[in-house]
């Protein structure tokens, strides 16, 4: 009986097998890339919004405290989003003409709420609770970034469960001062090393990773 | 009675019937139900399945599924909305729930509540702790009332004929009614109400009634007999209602009485009577039960000696017990008919009173006549029991000089044409009354006939306007609970649908359309509290907020030693009207008896589109999604009948059909059957047999004379009884009183052998571990933590047909156990949450993680990561978890979303899930805790089962804190957990259930005569 396939075959048959490993690992690591990518989390990326509020302006240039706006965030799970009079206690004052403020005003004068488009989301099935990390010395910045730098809002950090894990498993590289908590740029003195270990121990900051701490 | 029926059935096959047993065919050892059974899921390979599917099409599902579950990950994150307020209101923080306190209103029983808000959405309601009647705890219905104001089958729109209407139009026909009634003072207006509890609303009546002196008011309620309170008391005009302290009561004997489950102030007694079921060595004694009845109900199966005695058998009884107190009696002695059991059962109970004068109870069941209630008022009289184990509350009339009209009093006259308009407020005889098509066709003879209800009802379509109710959780109003506390019903929502409360409709026929019930309440108190001198007109406000905060308006007698003195009567004499009625005729017991109940989880119709409360296991039975004809295995023998098996009661040639089903300790000869069922106009349509037409005025409650055809076919019914089958393992554990205090039976339950375990030792971790302790002594079975579980838990429902599939999706389950002999069993029931265990099986064959161990000690449960392979269902040896077969949860419709519990996940198909210890309370207390530096103290987290459970049977905290309640409970001797041997180390355990049979009688006459 002749032979059913020819020498060359066996070369190609490694280079098919070589191939399709090289192909598994190359469509895996482009998955991994995509899933971890900006494009997909969004990250830096601004949503269209019924008035272009900028953080910036509000928060490095005017110097309103994160509390103002955000009130509940000591006390609750949800930080909070200000309520069309919260607005208008300044902008009934100043730059009561704005074109880019008619939403605001018609929300006032009709009672229909503003609806912003949400920037920091999580999954339905992901209880994040903003009081206890305020109360750990979790600064704004260190999830939302560099708020006083964002002319339009956007997501400072991908929000996927690796990185909250991060922390969770370490919060001694991120934790800081209590008064420190709402400010921005805060630079650790000496270093988060040596700050983070007192700090930890000071604020008692345990934080878990067993699943129900966030899934329930 | 009494005859020994159950040779037929025992041991088919020769081998020893287990001690404990949850199904007849377990305790005759049947072999087709245990294979049926030992699947982990019944009926789910061999039920035929709809559609026939190939094993092509299998693989061919196979590969798409596989390839769209790939696409799955292909989607892009959603893009969502914040919406704030435009004002936000005071006091509102997003993310925490706010409570308020109100009351409901069942029937004849009131229950404070405080309703947990979120955002404005009431998602739950707890009991109000300071309040009598319910003491924190709630029952089944308060649970679900929740799903009954989100249900989306309410009526929302004005309906005049068959047009859709207006408020504004129904003003207007409201100001011409009022023309005609003024001219004619109101001659042939009626207005027809269920049980009124509210004082506004009484008061509203009697302004109706002044106006229009002509107008006459007429009451009913289906799930009431009317003779016992009218019969309560000799005095005219003003019956006191009696009100039973249990927890003085050292014996008890019910006539025929639900007292724990199914009375005004059930809660109550049910959190008194286990007050008095937990004996240890510092408190050794307990109190003792005697109940006869003719069903179990959920106080027959906590009862230490129990008479399945039939209906019309109970004034007989009731007749022979007082003989046997040596009351004097003119009559014939009445004890010749009786059987030789029930003439043991009384000479029991007689004894045990006789011993315990002053501190003993005699209950006469709300559904015997008139003379029953006598005989036991007599007996209380006798045995000093007035002023101690009950006490007489005024009956509020609301200062109404009449007492109002029954409705076959209406029928009569809407017959006679003396009717021209006719009010009725939610209620619905023309499903629910006796003859309830006489019912119908009568008021087809009223001119003009207005209903306003919160379902478009039988009832209301044989009206010419339908004005949609606003439910209690929408509406202001007050209710008066059972010993008159009175508390201010608030509402913590707007109407969904712009419906209208009661007060607010009745208002608008009074001539004031404008006047909201807010007001309405408000000035009825503001007068109230002027004339009662509780606070000058300058502090009503504060009197008000305090009401609104307190949910408690006005204590009543309970709180009120002064009032209660009062209320005692002095013995009554043995007058000659009693003395002839104290010889009842004896019935025979050969003619069948036909029993009527509300039914246990729909009462009388009113919950028939309730989801919860159908597919919650009725007590004893565990029948979901319908009801059947409830007969003891003895009169099925008879009759050649099996559970499922359709027959035709026949009635005076009325008939029904309905599937019949075996209850052990049920009596001979008699069927019970269960009002509420059957509604044509409810929910997604007819579930279960109306046994109605069976009914007639003079014969609502139990009949003799019927008869029973067997059809030849079967009628599936959805039963839980037989799921998670215990193989005979020995899950239950019951002692008698001298059992629990003995030291031998401690030490024995306290030895045990060593246990190896495959799995590293877990290291000791610091911080809380939770555990919670279950009493199976204080346990009555009523169902309320599996209901209040799937309210906090967003548990879904998921029909009759997946129920039958052994599909149910209770995180906690009650199981009922029956002991000895099927005729006269002991019952038990048993709440089944997950273990917990620390050797989870189910752990270790996840293969993707999404069950682990957290710190806490906790069996965590990660939706987001199952993929449902089920082998953590199949490892699990307690049968605790649930899976999504199909996508159970509604995703779709609108206002059942505002029911759900936002800090609960919704589970979606395809998942695993199960009991977390309500793990989103125990995160929540710990935030709390943490945020305001305060420790958590012992108590602080309650579980949803725990919360609601009416006896404190559920006991949850940290189990590393020596000190804390469940620490101690399970350090108790009773202390036992489930398949020790699997040494699986549940952080679920449980108490032995203890029983006070007592003493033989002779020892008991023994000791009686040392005291004497």
């Known amino acids: ?216 | 009675m009494g005859n020994p029926v159950f040779v037929q059935i025992e041991n088919s096959t020769g081998r020893q019937a287990p001690r404990y047993w949850r199904t007849l065919a377990e305790y005759r050892n049947k072999e087709s139900l245990a294979e049926q059974s030992s699947a982990e899921f019944t009926h789910a390979i061999d039920d035929p399945s709809p559609m026939q599917v190939g094993r092509r099409t299998v693989l061919s599902y196979l590969a798409a599924s596989a390839g769209l579950a790939g696409l799955s990950a292909c989607t892009s994150l959603p893009e969502r909305e914040i919406v704030p307020f435009v004002q936000q209101p005071e006091y509102l923080v997003p993310g925490k729930p706010r409570y308020y306190a109100t009351a409901m209103q069942m029937g004849d029983r009131v229950v404070g509540l405080l309703a947990e808000t979120h955002l404005g959405r009431p998602t739950k309601l707890e009991g109000n702790p300071s309040h009598p009647a319910s003491l924190g705890a709630t029952g089944i219905f308060a649970q679900a009332e929740i799903l009954t104001l989100w249900d989306p089958d309410r009526a929302a729109t004005v309906r005049r004929g068959r047009n859709t209407s207006t408020w504004a139009a129904f003003a207007i026909e409201a100001g011409h009614l009022r023309e005609r009634m003024q001219r004619d003072q109101g001659r042939g207006f009626r207005l027809l109400t269920g049980a009124v509890r509210s004082p506004s609303m009484l008061a509203t009546i009697g302004e109706l009634l002044r106006q229009f002196p002509e107008a006459r008011w007429h009451t009913f309620e289906a799930a009431r007999r009317e003779e016992p309170a009218a019969a309560g008391s000799p005095s005219s005009g003003n019956p006191p209602v009696p009100v039973y302290r249990i927890a003085a009561a050292d014996a008890i004997v019910s006539l025929d009485a639900d007292f724990l489950h199914g009375m005004p102030g059930s809660l109550a007694h049910a959190r008194e009577f286990a007050s008095r079921r937990r004996p240890s060595a510092e408190q050794p004694s307990m109190n003792r039960l005697y109940v006869a009845e003719p069903t179990p109900s959920v106080t027959g199966s906590c009862a230490d000696h129990r008479l399945a005695a039939r209906c019309d058998s109970i004034p007989a009884i009731a007749g022979v017990l007082r003989e046997e107190l040596g009351l004097p009696s003119q009559g014939p002695a009445a004890s010749r008919g009786l059987g030789a059991e029930a003439r043991e059962w009384v000479r029991k109970a007689a004894a045990d009173l006789q011993r315990n004068r002053g501190r003993s109870l005699v209950i006469p069941g709300e559904f015997q006549p008139a003379l029953v209630h006598q005989l036991a008022n007599q007996m209380n009289a006798f045995l000093g029991n007035e002023g101690s184990t009950v006490v007489w509350a005024d009956a509020d009339t609301g200062g109404l000089s009449s007492e109002p009209g029954t409705l076959q009093s209406l029928v009569e006259d809407m017959e006679a044409g003396a009717v021209n308009t006719l009010l009725i407020l939610d209620t619905n005889p023309a499903y629910s009354a006796p003859e309830a098509k006489r019912v119908a066709q009568a008021m087809e003879k009223v001119a003009l006939r207005l209903h306003a209800g919160l379902y478009e009802t039988e009832t209301s379509r044989l009206c010419h306007w339908n004005l949609p109710m606003a439910h209690f959780l929408e509406s202001w109003g007050d209710l008066r609970a059972f010993d008159g506390t009175c508390s201010i019903v608030q509402p913590t929502i707007r109407p969904l649908k712009g419906q209208k409360p009661a007060l607010e409709i009745l208002a608008t026929v009074l001539g004031a359309p404008l006047m909201t019930d807010a007001e309405i309440v408000r000035n009825h108190w503001r007068r109230e509290a002027a004339s009662n001198r509780e606070s000058e007109a300058a502090e009503f406000d504060l009197f008000w907020r305090r009401s609104l905060r307190d949910g408690v308006i006005r204590r009543g007698i309970l709180f009120n030693s002064e009032v209660s003195a009062v209320g005692s009567r002095a013995p009554v004499e043995n007058g000659p009207a009693v003395g002839r009625a104290v010889a009842p005729p004896i019935p025979s017991d050969s003619k069948i008896e036909l029993v009527f109940r509300p039914d246990p989880t729909l009462y009388d119709g009113r919950y028939a589109s309730n989801g919860w409360l159908q597919e919650l296991p009725k007590p004893i039975t565990s029948l979901t999604w319908g009801n059947a004809a409830l007969i003891s295995a003895g009169t099925a023998g008879r009759l050649g009948l099996e559970s499922g098996d359709a027959v035709e009661i026949g009635l005076g040639g009325r008939s029904i059909e309905i599937p019949v089903w075996i209850v052990p300790g049920h009596a001979e000869n008699s069927v019970v059957l269960h009002l509420g069922n059957g509604r044509e106009k409810a929910g997604g349509g007819r579930v279960g047999v109306d046994v109605n037409p069976l009914r007639t005025w003079g014969a609502e409650w139990n009949v003799r004379g019927a008869t029973i055809r067997k059809l030849g076919h079967q009628v599936p019914l959805a039963a839980r009884q037989h799921h998670q089958n215990m193989e005979n393992r020995d899950l239950i554990r019951s002692w008698t009183l001298d059992e629990a205090l003995s030291k031998e039976k401690a030490a024995s339950a306290a030895l045990k052998p060593e246990l190896l375990s495959l799995y590293p030792e877990r290291p000791v971790r610091d911080g809380p571990q939770w555990g919670m302790s279950i009493d199976l002594s204080a346990c009555i079975g009523c169902g309320a933590c599996t209901i209040a579980c799937q309210a906090e838990n967003n548990i879904s429902v998921v029909g009759a047909e997946e129920v039958r599939r052994g599909r149910i999706m209770h995180w906690i389950r009650l199981d009922t156990y029956f002991e000895g002999d099927p005729s006269a069993p002991g019952i038990y029931h048993q709440p089944v949450p997950c273990m917990q265990c620390e050797n989870a099986p189910c752990e270790v064959v996840c293969p993707v993680g999404a069950t682990a161990h957290s710190e806490e000690g906790l069996n965590q449960m990660v939706y987001n990561r199952c993929v449902g392979t089920r082998y953590c269902s199949n490892n699990c040896p307690y049968k605790v978890r649930r899976f999504n077969f199909f996508q159970y949860a509604d995703y779709e419709t609108g206002s059942l979303k505002g029911q759900r519990n936002p800090d609960v996940s919704v589970r979606s198909r395809g998942v695993m899930e199960k009991c977390t210890y309500c793990v989103q309370r125990i995160e929540a207390a710990k935030i709390r805790s943490k945020v305001n530096d305060q420790p958590i103290a012992d108590g602080q987290i309650v579980t949803a089962c725990q919360q609601v459970c009416p006896t404190e049977a559920i006991v949850f905290g940290n189990i590393a804190d020596p000190g804390s309640k469940v620490s101690r409970a399970k350090s108790g001797s009773r202390n036992y957990t489930l398949l020790d041997e699997l040494n699986t180390r549940p952080r679920t355990s449980y108490l032995a259930c203890v029983r006070n049979p007592g003493n033989d009688l002779a020892e008991l006459r023994e000791s009686e005569g040392g005291t004497v």
């Open chain 1, 1 to 216: 009986m002749s032979q059913l396939f020819h020498p060359a075959s066996n070369a190609l048959s490694r280079f098919l097998i070589a191939g399709a490993l090289c192909g598994i690992a190359v469509i895996s690591t482009l998955a991994y890339a995509y899933f971890r990518s900006d494009y997909f989390t969004h990250r830096s990326l601004t949503q269209q919004q019924p008035i272009p509020f900028s953080h910036a302006h509000h928060v490095s240039g005017l110097g309103i405290e994160c509390q103002y706006c955000h009130t509940t965030v000591e006390v609750s799970s949800y930080a909070g989003i200000p309520n069309t009079e919260t607005c208008m206690s300044c902008h009934s004052q100043i730059w009561t003409n704005a074109a880019y403020l008619a939403p605001l005003r018609e929300s006032l004068r009709t009672g229909n709420r503003l609806r912003w488009t949400r920037v920091n989301d999580l999954p339905d099935y992901v209880f994040f609770n903003h009081s206890i990390h305020i109360k750990k010395g979790i600064g704004c910045e260190s999830c939302h970034g560099r708020v006083d730098k964002m002319p339009l809002m956007s997501k400072g950090h991908s929000l996927q469960m690796g990185w909250c894990l991060d922390c969770h498993r370490d919060p001694g590289k991120f934790i800081r001062p209590r008064e420190e908590v709402y400010s921005m740029g805060y630079v650790p003195n000496p270093s988060q090393e040596v700050v983070g270990k007192k700090l930890v121990a000071a604020y008692d900051a345990k934080p878990k990773t067993d699943c129900y701490t966030c899934h329930r």
